[in-house]
């Protein structure tokens, strides 16, 4: 399979020399926590994004404890010369601890993911939401600079919850990228996160795209997932942080916000589609990571980029997202994260 890298614009990824294609592909969903998908459908599903021009795959040693890097190292063995960059992250296969983030454990986990990846250098590592006091510390970046030098490593980056931490980690001159919830339903990061990062020259990658599916326009108060999705598990934070379960938004409000977002598109463009191509317009994003479960999704979200490429349609979208935002969900959102 040649690369397709023409059939998505790309954008910089930071100060790595690199670039990735604008919607790239989450894989949590190619591990566990979403229910079942099987080895051959987790495979179909990189296939139909690289055939669509994706770049980007993010993973974690966690999803499905090194499964999800395991398909992945499996795909990228079989596709030489794929020019796919994959982001993984290292961190929460141990307890949330400041004192567990050492130079010794990195070491390990991150040969750890060479391993599943089957590759000698990882493309790019970011820290899997650690506690804050480990972006505070001199010696988080020390470490992460010394896997640099040492080559297990092209680069690093930090995944967070909060803006907050966006903002205190961005100053670190190492850093790749950070990762962080945007989505018609998270917009404090556009206030002052996106602008500080484009500022520093750091690369942002916006995760949770579609609010766990909340966006995807398909779901109704009679909707259920089964007892193995976090879906059903972690809506109240029960497992890991409530913000990355439907972006911590109360279901039945997501769904009448879903449904007024959806009222304001032409006919032909779906809610998902519309979601993916604002995130990607917002100055500062590099790229957008929506999950996908099928081929199908895969495929119809590598080619939402210009899905709002109509100018009244974006203006009628943007101006409906941060009007429902401010109405529905600004007071319980904006605060948190
Ligand atoms: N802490 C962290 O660093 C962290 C946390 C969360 C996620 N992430 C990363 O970010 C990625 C994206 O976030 P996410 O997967 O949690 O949430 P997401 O991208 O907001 O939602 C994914 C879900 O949306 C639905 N969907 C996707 N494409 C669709 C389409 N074209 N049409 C209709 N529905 C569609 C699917 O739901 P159904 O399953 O119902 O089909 C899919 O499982 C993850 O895969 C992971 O790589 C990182």
Redesign the pocket.
Known sequence: MPPARSSLPHRALGHTGRDVSVIGL????LGAD?GDVSDEDAAAVLAASVDAGVTLF???DVYGDGRSEQIIGRFLAAHPGHGITVAT?MGRRQEQRAENYTAANFQVWTDRSRRNLGVETLDLV?L??PPTAVLDDERTFDALDGLVDAGAIAAYGA?VETVAQGLRVLGRPGLANV?III?PFRLKPLDEFLPAAAAAGVAVFA???????L??G?YTTATTFSAADHRSYNREGQAFDKG?TFSGVDFETGLAAATELSAVLPDGV?L?AATLAWIVAQPGVTAV??????PA?AT??AAAASALDDPEAYAAFDAAVHEVYDRRLRAAIHPQW
């Open positions: 989450g894989t949590w969903q979403w993010d993973t974690a992250k970011q899997h939401c995944s990762q989505n995760r949770v795209p579609l609010a766990s599916g966006l995807s398909r990355e779906s998902p990571i929506p999950g996908a479960r099928t999704q119809a979200n």
